[in-house]
């Protein structure tokens, strides 16, 4: 099995940075990307960006291009998520999950039923 575990949601001001941290643990060779989704109170998830073990391709949704990058150290199987210029509407909780398909566009990265593992989550609060 694969587990994955984020860490380093909090509390920032608008137009701060946060950094968040997904690590894998288990199967690790299982895992063909890692997605990161974010659920909003009364909202459905989303999903925010994803990378590709193969050759760390990276996507991410028009919310978030230009703000956020993805990026892996697979020497420590761990996916960050650099979020900058924060805003109120980024206020959720963000998923990061494992997905043990070969995923070649967009479309896959996004659809959440595409990921075997997820992890708990962790809450990151914009104040305006």
């Known amino acids: 099995q694969v587990q994955v575990v984020e860490s380093g949601g909090g509390l920032v001001q608008a137009g701060g940075s946060l950094r968040l941290s997904c690590v894998a643990s288990g199967r690790t060779f299982n895992i063909r990307a890692v997605g990161w989704f974010r659920q909003a109170p009364g909202k459905e998830r989303e999903f925010v960006g994803g990378i590709r073990w193969s050759d760390d391709r990276t996507y991410v949704a028009d919310s978030a291009k230009g703000r956020f990058t993805i990026s892996r150290d697979s020497a420590k199987n761990t996916v960050y998520l650099q979020m900058n210029s924060l805003k109120a509407e980024d206020t959720a909780i963000y998923y990061c999950?494992?997905?043990?398909?070969?995923?070649?566009?967009?479309?896959?990265?996004?659809?959440?039923?595409?990921?075997?593992?997820w992890g708990q989550g962790t809450q990151v609060t914009v104040s305006s």
């Open positions: 999950a494992g997905n043990n398909e070969y995923c070649s566009t967009y479309g896959c990265f996004a659809v959440k039923h595409n990921y075997a593992y």
